[in-house]
């Protein structure tokens, strides 16, 4: 099993825009093992995590960089913030609300077995704002294909 990670300085994104996303396709079940999430400025910001039922319009593509097989590229692709809202599914129940000062942060892990994404078409996870304002944040994702 290879090991990939991603990270991106987000733009705002809100309660239906996520600030970042990762689909794995029909071809495989990536497991994400964490999720990196810093406040870039002095005002705090409630995030979620959700999974994803379609793609709306994602942000850019970000890198997917291998951490353990130089020569395998990733499968699973990873996004900055969308520009049109996809479809909402589970609230995962992981929250957050990142403290007001930058660099204030957390990094949610997923154990063993790691946060699942099915091989479905459009099936994702992604972090949303809870409420109120989004921000910029400095947000990465390790996950396993």
Do not use: C
């Not at 689909?23 to 959700?50: D, H, M, Q, S, W």
């Amino acid at each position: 099993m290879a090991r990939y990670s991603t990270g991106v300085l987000t733009t705002a994104g809100s309660t239906t825009l996520p600030i970042i996303s990762l689909y794995g396709g029909t071809t495989v079940r990536p497991k994400i093992k964490e999720i990196g999430l810093f406040n870039t400025t002095t005002t705090a910001v409630a995030l979620k995590l959700v999974r994803l039922t379609t793609t709306g319009t994602t942000g850019s593509g970000l890198v997917e960089a291998p951490l353990t097989f130089e020569d395998t590229a990733a499968i699973a692709t990873a996004f900055g913030t969308h520009t049109v809202a996809p479809t909402l599914g589970a609230d995962l129940g992981y929250r957050t609300v990142l403290g007001a000062a930058a660099g204030s942060g957390i990094i949610w892990t997923f154990g063993e077995v790691g946060l699942g994404i099915p091989a479905t078409a459009n099936a994702g996870v992604g972090v949303i704002v809870e409420n109120g304002t989004g921000q910029a944040i400095q947000a990465y994702l390790v996950w396993d294909e």
